[in-house]
């Protein structure tokens, strides 16, 4: 099995923050912290995109990276996790994330800031699987439970998918030929953009 | 006399009880993971240490998100 992975379909989020919903009820996360929220780019206008972000469980995770108290890590299937009895709130980690994943309850008289809170691929955390204590501080163990996370299996247009990267992959390859459009939508012309054609054709016998 | 020394040996043990506090200052070892370990996906009652069971019931529900294969059955 590969590495988990999130993917959204910017064609078929429809914004309606399910995924939101489904996340906020599955493990009761606290008011305020918001661990996915759906951003649209030019939001009222025609063509208006939106996509579904949460933390993308980065292969090289830059909140791993700055963490003072290393209180990250990274399970066999790719989920990045952290201990919060070890987290002390200090938000490096939120400004190392390029996606704003990392979530801080800042509730209390004098608006403290707590111990970060962030998706977890509904994978749980450092904590006997699926108990109280594991509830309690990191939401419920779906992934123990054979189950992908609650976001993707609630999608109703299935723009967002989550779950091993080839086989995610593979459902977003195939609805993108089945939609009848081609590399301009997804694959290498995305990726590295057009290739360039050069001045000099090649000449010459391979070596 | 007896029970003086006994009472006297039994009193210095609570006083002393307290000498045996642990050091609360963290050791920090530079890059690794300081928390607690966590148990794989599958190490449960339900899957009972079945690598292949859990990685099948995953397949399975990653297979769902799949509309046209799902339309196909």
Known sequence: MA????????????????????????HEVPWGVNRRRVVTLNDGLPGEKSISVACMHCSDAPCMAVC??????????????????????????FYACPFGA??????????????MDKCTFCAG????????????????????EGKLPACAEMCSTKALLGGDGDVVADI??????KRGKGSEVWGWGTAYGKPEKSATPPTGAKS | MKR??????????????????????????????????????????????????????????????????????
């Open chain 1, 172 to 177: 977003y390859r195939n609805r993108v030929l």
């Open chain 1, 68 to 93: 003072p108290v290393d209180c990250f890590y990274k399970t066999a299937e790719g989920v990045v996790l952290h201990d919060k009895d070890l987290c002390i709130g200090c938000g490096y980690c």
């Open chain 1, 125 to 144: 955390g450092p904590e006997e699987d699926n108990s109280a204590a594991e509830f309690k501080k990191y939401g419920r163990n779906r992934l123990a």
């Open chain 2, 4 to 73: 003086i020394l006994i009472a006297g040996l039994a009193g210095s043990l609570v006083l002393l009880a307290a000498c045996g506090e642990q050091s609360q200052v963290t050791v920090y070892k530079q890059g690794q993971y300081q928390g607690k370990p966590d148990k794989r996906p599958w190490d449960n009652a339900q899957f009972k240490g079945d690598k292949v069971a859990w990685e099948n019931a995953i397949r399975a529900r990653s297979g769902n998100q799949n509309e046209y294969a799902r339309a196909s059955n």
């Open chain 1, 3 to 26: 590495r988990m992975k999130f993917l959204c379909d910017a064609e078929r989020c429809i914004e309606c923050n399910g995924c939101v919903t489904a996340c906020k009820q599955e």
């Open chain 1, 102 to 115: 990392p979530q801080f309850p800042q509730d209390g008289a004098f608006g403290l800031r707590g111990k």
